[in-house]
């Protein structure tokens, strides 16, 4: 079992930062990948960001790109959101997801169907 908790969510104006952490603990040491996904109000859950825990490769949803960044620190078993530019229709739930299973390629990453274990969410809202 992984135990997953996020934090760093708040209430933001457009234009602004914000940086999510997500810290795992538990079983941690059987993390292949981490993910944030995200839950607009009346829209269901949709990928932001992944991550390969070992090499580090990152993947990125195309309305994220380029603003958003996806890190992690091995040694405090943590993932970070990175989050710049924020625009209102980034207002949602984040949630923290993580996998012990290896999987391979963009489809795969973006997949929560793929993601074992799940955070309880932190709220990030936009204002314009």
């Known amino acids: 079992q992984v135990q997953l908790g996020e934090s760093g969510g708040g209430l933001v104006q457009a234009g602004g930062s914000l940086r999510l952490s997500c810290v795992a603990s538990g079983h941690s040491f059987s993390i292949y990948r981490m993910g944030w996904f995200r839950q607009a109000p009346g829209k269901e859950r949709e990928f932001a960001a992944a991550?390969?825990?070992?090499?580090?490769?990152?993947y990125y949803a195309d309305s994220v790109k380029g603003r958003f960044t996806i890190s992690r620190d091995n040694a405090e078993n943590t993932v970070y959101l990175q989050m710049n530019s924020l625009k209102p229709e980034d207002t949602a739930v984040y949630y923290c997801?993580?996998?012990?299973?290896?999987?391979?390629?963009?489809?795969?990453?973006?997949?929560?169907?793929?993601?074992?274990?799940w955070g309880q969410g932190t709220q990030v809202t936009v204002s314009s």
């Open positions: 991550i390969k825990w070992s090499a580090g490769n990152t």
């Open positions: 997801a993580s996998t012990p299973y290896d999987c391979s390629g963009y489809r795969c990453y973006v997949d929560e169907g793929s993601y074992v274990y």
